[in-house]
């Protein structure tokens, strides 16, 4: 796969997540959407004018996402484990991934909208 097969949705997403993971992995707490914000916002900028905004930055801030919720998962294991039905660890797993991930993709999409107001306002950057 050559980097031209990427949607130019995809490109602003990843470079948004690049920016974003790094802010939001020391913040693991309920700053960590100020970083998945942030990503959206980056992925919102560079996202060309004939592509779709708000898809970016879902993506970026999914994509920034899923390395806060493997950390979460390293960091309390030992509290999920410690579940008396397992039915009851793995449910509650899910949950608190899904969780992540769907404040992930809010915050990305937020952010998008503020990064493409940004761009319309200050002028837009295409990604390299």
């Known amino acids: 796969m050559s980097p031209d097969d990427i949607s130019a949705e995809w490109r602003a997403a990843l470079l948004g997540a690049v920016v974003g993971v790094p802010l939001a992995l020391p913040l693991l707490t309920e700053q960590e959407a100020i970083g998945l914000l942030v990503a959206g916002v980056v992925a ?23 390395p806060s919720t493997v950390w979460f998962f390293r960091t309390n294991a030992e509290r999920f484990v410690g579940y008396d039905p397992v039915m009851l660890a793995i449910a ?5 991934a899904a969780l992540i991930l769907v404040v992930g993709y809010l915050a990305g999409g937020i952010g998008a909208g503020i990064g493409g107001w940004l761009a319309v306002q200050f002028g837009r950057k295409e990604p390299a």
Not at 48 to 64: F, Q
Not at 92 to 96: I, N, P, S
């Open 44 to 66: 919102g900028y560079l996202t060309p004018t004939d592509a779709d905004t708000y898809a970016a930055g879902a993506r970026a801030g999914l994509v920034a996402a899923v």
């Open 92 to 96: 509650g797993g899910v949950v608190t």
